[in-house]
């Protein structure tokens, strides 16, 4: 099976314009994630809408494709640069350009989630921890998944899934198995196709997450579950967080020195 990584990455951002070419050790976040991923696969692009992007990666010699500028979510962005690289890869990874540590391992396991010939679209999440507090768990911006016994996703949700009867809050961490989402995607071809083609779905609208489209129309979501919490930098706050990781941990250090 013949995979592709493709990382969208747009310029402008509310929170951080231009994160993609902020400076993280003397390389831009952009590079950052593209050297990491292509540890693992042949086949790497970075599908962008502004030429400062789409240069930058070219300089440090990357590959980059143009897209549409009006896309409504990453997903789309991805189909449209699988087909103008002309790729024929089996499945797509859509990677967040804005998640520098994104570990190779996650992008290998994530490709054994279509050892399942059931599986439509995979995606990872990361067992909270049971001493962890319940306004963590709260976060509305870190989504929970339940799985069934065959590791494929029954629900996303922004509220913490499932509700623990009987218990305080406070108890829930230590009284059931919790999922928060890890964000990202794989999709077989003729999959990631016909989702961009699909409307609004009731549950995407009301929890805004994009997924929820896809369960809602039968498609089957293989979670796998990793150990590795991933970073992404939303802020200039997060980079500064960014920074001190990558500063104060040596085997990141000796990654990117050797990369």
């Given at each position: 099976?013949?995979?592709?990584?493709?990382?969208?990455?747009?310029?402008?951002?509310?929170?951080?314009?231009?994160?993609?070419?902020?400076?993280?050790?003397?390389?831009?976040?952009?590079?950052?994630?593209?050297?990491?991923?292509?540890?693992?696969?042949?086949?790497?692009?970075?599908?962008?809408?502004?030429?400062?992007?789409?240069?930058?990666?070219?300089?440090?010699?990357?590959?980059?494709?143009?897209?549409?500028?009006?896309?409504?979510?990453?997903?789309?962005?991805?189909?449209?640069?699988?087909?103008?690289?002309?790729?024929?890869?089996?499945?797509?990874?859509?990677?967040?350009?804005?998640?520098?540590?994104?570990?190779?391992?996650?992008?290998?396991?994530?490709?054994?989630?279509?050892?399942?010939?059931?599986?439509?679209?995979?995606?990872?999440?990361?067992?909270?921890?049971?001493?962890?507090?319940?306004?963590?768990?709260?976060?509305?911006?870190?989504?929970?998944?339940?799985?069934?016994?065959?590791?494929?996703?029954?629900?996303?949700?922004?509220?913490?899934?499932?509700?623990?009867?009987?218990?305080?809050?406070?108890?829930?961490?230590?009284?059931?198995?919790?999922?928060?989402?890890?964000?990202?995607?794989?999709?077989?071809?003729?999959?990631?196709?016909?989702?961009?083609?699909?409307?609004?779905?009731?549950?995407?609208?009301?929890?805004?997450?994009?997924?929820?489209?896809?369960?809602?129309?039968?498609?089957?979501?293989?979670?796998?579950?990793?150990?590795?919490?991933?970073?992404?930098?939303?802020?200039?706050?997060?980079?500064?967080?960014?920074?001190?990781?990558l500063y104060n941990d040596k085997s990141m250090l000796t990654f990117f020195n050797n990369a």
């Amino acid at each position: 099976m013949k995979f592709i990584g493709i990382i969208p990455a747009r310029y402008a951002s509310t929170r951080f314009e231009g994160k993609p070419l902020a400076d993280l050790g003397g390389r831009p976040v952009i590079e950052h994630v593209f050297r990491r991923v292509s540890s693992v696969l042949d086949e790497v692009a970075v599908a962008t809408d502004d030429d400062r992007i789409s240069n930058a990666v070219k300089a440090f010699g990357g590959r980059a494709v143009m897209t549409s500028p009006n896309h409504r979510s990453g997903t789309d962005r991805c189909l449209e640069a699988y087909e103008n690289l002309g790729s024929d890869a089996d499945v797509v990874i859509n990677i967040q350009g804005d998640e520098p540590f994104v570990d190779p391992c996650q992008i290998e396991q994530i490709k054994r989630c279509f050892d399942d010939p059931e599986t439509d679209i995979a995606t990872l999440a990361v067992q909270y921890p049971h001493d962890g507090s319940f306004e963590g768990l709260d976060n509305p911006n870190k989504p929970k998944v339940v799985i069934d016994s065959n590791h494929n996703a029954l629900m996303f949700s922004r509220s913490v899934i499932p509700f623990v009867r009987g218990a305080r809050k406070e108890e829930w961490p230590q009284k059931t198995e919790y999922l928060t989402h890890v964000g990202m995607y794989a999709f077989r071809s003729k999959v990631l196709r016909a989702i961009t083609a699909l409307p609004q779905s009731s549950l995407e609208i009301a929890e805004s997450l994009e997924q929820l489209r896809w369960l809602q129309n039968g498609y089957t979501i293989k979670v796998g579950i990793t150990d590795r919490h991933t970073v992404g930098i939303d802020t200039p706050a997060d980079l500064d967080a960014a920074r001190a990781i990558l500063y104060n941990d040596k085997s990141m250090l000796t990654f990117f020195n050797n990369a």
